[in-house]
DNA sequence: CAATAAGTTAACGTATACATTAATAAATCC
DNA sequence: GGATTTATTAATGTATACGTTAACTTATTG
């Protein structure tokens, strides 16, 4: 999935191991996993495990807990909150920078494309797709921003939150809305319109992260 | 200064003790160290120290670079950009944050004592003490936001330009302004004013950035 | 029977050994 | 002499050994 040449070093198969078993729920939230399971498991020694869990748990994957194992982290609502928060204030402000950064047509044509094909599945009714299109939409926008440091937050926080959009996924009504806010947005990112951009997706995203949360709590979803 | 009792992992001194050698200079901005070098200095063996360089790195404070040691990570100019960017931005929703939670005059006590330190320190031409005012202050401003994933970025974008403010804290002018804009956003989070509080803060934190990067360009500080 | 103490287990933290391989130096070739 | 190949070095990545000690069991006591 990501290189066939350069081999990998042990602990760095250990992370994207275990990052996907997260992921997949195989290792589900509130388990826990001692180092010697999970060497075994991923088939080397406990050496290139424990270097993987403490570079998970600084992206706050999982819980080292000594002689516990580690624990797979849960995300209670008051989380779901603080991350949220997070995201809608720095994709915001990406949004802001991409319309000072006057891009052309050309450049905002990966926005254009993935908005067109959340528009395709959301006619289609394709959920998954339109996740897939939704997700390329926010990496984009974040992209155009040109603050690596937000990529990376960004980026970590989705990471923490994917088992629980998973979920609401196919709990929400299907996004129409949603994409009328994205065009919007794309039109003050193209007229260069800062101001309109980062309100555009503050709203935008509030909205998703209110409907997150009630849904969370209408299905009685505690932990995630 | 953390803890006397219960004796702290190899691993974790090794975290405390290398931060305190960047942060302190003696190991640079842009220099390179071995791990075996490294384990030496620190009076142990390898593994805890590899443990210590990959949580450091993950808090970008180093870059692991196989074979050829670990490098102090310095900061560029547009680096700076970005992690004032982020932090304006944070704080600033922290600001807002605090704003809507309706402390008490009493649990705002101290925010009021790092302004009444600040301006005492300000007053005395007292650089060093100012700055721990100040940074009591924001630190205690993201505590009120209450949102933990803030304050942890926030502190970690700190650490990461703590050698470029203490540069500059010589070099730029006593801070007379800025205890303005401390009552001013003390005023507004005690009445509610979430705006206003937001509004006052990203302008008090622009005018800091921009002050920093022009700071660094005048003495060609191109790296720090 | 509850509470405590002693004993056992095993997970972790750390040191160490070692094979691998990138980086450097030396040697060879046009 | 510059470029290429070969040899050398040494820093790393990983496995493994092992002492320490928290967690768990069992035994003991009041």
């Known amino acids: 999935m990501s290189d066939d040449t350069k081999a990998k070093s042990q602990s760095l198969r250990a992370v994207d191991d275990i990052r996907s078993l997260i992921f997949s729920g195989e290792l589900s939230a509130g388990s826990d996993h001692l180092e010697s399971e999970l060497a075994e498991r991923l088939g080397m020694s406990r050496t290139p495990v424990r270097e993987a869990t403490l570079i998970l748990e600084s992206q706050n994957l999982l819980e080292v807990r000594p002689r516990r194992g580690v624990r797979i982290l849960a995300l209670s609502a008051d989380d779901m909150r603080e991350i949220y928060e997070v995201l809608t204030e720095l994709e ?33 009714g394709d959920r998954e797709g339109w996740a897939q299109g939704d997700a390329d939409f926010h990496d984009e926008l974040v992209h155009l921003g040109g603050n690596k440091r937000i990529e990376s937050i960004v980026s970590n926080f989705n990471d923490q939150v994917r088992r629980a959009r998973a979920m609401t996924l196919r ?20 007229r260069g319109d800062a101001k309109a ?25 505690r932990r995630v």
Do not use: F
């Not at 709990?171 to 009328?180: G, H, I």
């Open 92 to 124: 915001s402000l990406a949004a802001s920078l991409a319309a000072d950064a006057n891009y052309t047509e050309a450049e905002l044509s990966k926005l254009r494309s993935a908005i067109d094909e959340m528009e395709a599945c959301v006619k289609a």
């Open 171 to 190: 709990m929400r009504p299907m996004p129409s809305k949603s994409n009328e806010d994205h065009r919007k947005l794309y039109e003050a990112i193209a």
């Open 197 to 221: 951009a980062r309100q555009i997706h503050w709203a935008h995203r509030s909205e998703a992260k209110d409907m997150l949360i009630e849904l969370l709590n209408q299905h009685g979803l």
